[in-house]
């Protein structure tokens, strides 16, 4: 039984605060149940059966950006590829992002109503290095960003499970020689070694988030995380992760719908390399 089973949503969120504020995070086992991820997955898979025509994915492997639809069979299979912002284009997608259950307690963490503005589809694990998300989507209002990684699958600890430090958020921002927090790709390496000495300073170790199918992980965008090394590459690690901006950073043009409580940005998708701008989906 999930978190939910055994507190009203009142003491849900009181309870998260409490952690959030400590650790920079916080997991809600057994979120949501069996039909609502498979739900989700099924969505998923149908979209890659039909070659979606304006899905946008990236090749982990080659860093190539392309089409879900320009994708080789021979690829799917060999490669891992992370879909981008499948919440514009699949309901059931973006029915895991907002709903009567989680956006409340992102709400309440934020300290204003949430914006969906992107998801992240993952079949394998990302083996991302550790980083911050602050770094990459810089909200204009400091902590003005959230995030959740929702397990579409129990993940095997040999599948690269996601890798976190409790208590990083604490740590003072690095600032790139542009004055902003925002990465300069050129000084990454400065940044990583800022943060490694930090962690080595508090003292802070990582842990792994063994997550079952319907965990839900939130995390603070100043928490340090990053994605554990794949050491059995034929096993899959399915998650979905989504980003939120608080609303008051979202003056910028881009359309909010309402949706249970929440708020999600209608905009394109990423654009193709060589393409001006990105495609705009359906409404649905």
Same mark, same amino acid.
């Given at each position: ?26 997991? #809600? ?7 609502? +991820? ?11 059966? /039909? ?8 090749? =982990? ?26 919440? =514009? ?20 963490? #934020? ?12 079949? /394998? ?9 602050? +770094? ?15 397990? #579409? ?19 003072? /921002? ?29 003292? =802070? ?18 928490? #340090? ?14 998650? =979905? ?28 998708? /990423? ?14």
């Amino acid at each position: 039984m999930g978190l939910l089973g055994f507190f009203g949503k009142k003491e849900i969120i009181k309870v998260s605060k409490e952690q959030w504020e400590r650790e920079g995070f916080y997991a #809600l086992p057994g979120f949501y149940s069996k039909k609502d +991820i498979d739900s989700a997955r099924a969505a998923q898979e149908q979209a890659w059966s /039909q070659a979606h025509e304006r899905i946008v994915v990236d090749d =982990l492997e080659t860093g190539a950006r392309k089409r879900l639809k320009d994708v080789e069979r021979q690829e799917r299979g060999s490669h891992r590829f992370k879909l981008n912002d499948l919440y =514009l284009e699949l309901p059931e997608i973006r029915a895991l992002a907002i709903n009567k259950k989680i956006t409340p307690i992102l709400n309440e963490l #934020l300290g204003e109503t949430t914006v969906l503005c992107n998801s992240l589809s993952f079949e /394998q694990g990302s083996s991302q290095p550790d980083h911050v998300d602050a +770094i990459y989507m810089t909200p204009t209002t400091p902590h003005n960003l959230i995030a959740i990684w929702v397990a #579409l699958e129990d993940c095997h600890l040999d599948a690269g499970p996601l890798r976190y430090y409790p208590g990083s958020h604490k740590i003072q /921002q690095y600032v790139f020689s542009d004055g902003t927090t925002h990465f300069i790709p050129e000084e990454m390496g400065e940044w990583h070694q800022y943060m490694q000495s930090e962690v080595k300073r508090l003292d =802070l170790e990582p842990k792994i988030f063994a997550a079952k199918r319907g965990d839900v992980f939130i995390w603070s965008c100043y928490l #340090l995380h990053g994605g554990s090394p794949i050491v059995d590459k034929t096993r899959t690690r399915k998650s =979905l992760v989504f980003h939120y901006f608080g609303e008051s950073d979202c003056k910028n043009g881009h359309e909010l719908i309402h949706q249970d409580g929440g708020l999600w940005m209608y905009r394109a998708h /990423q654009p193709i390399p060589g393409e001006a701008v990105g495609v705009f989906p359906p409404k649905t």
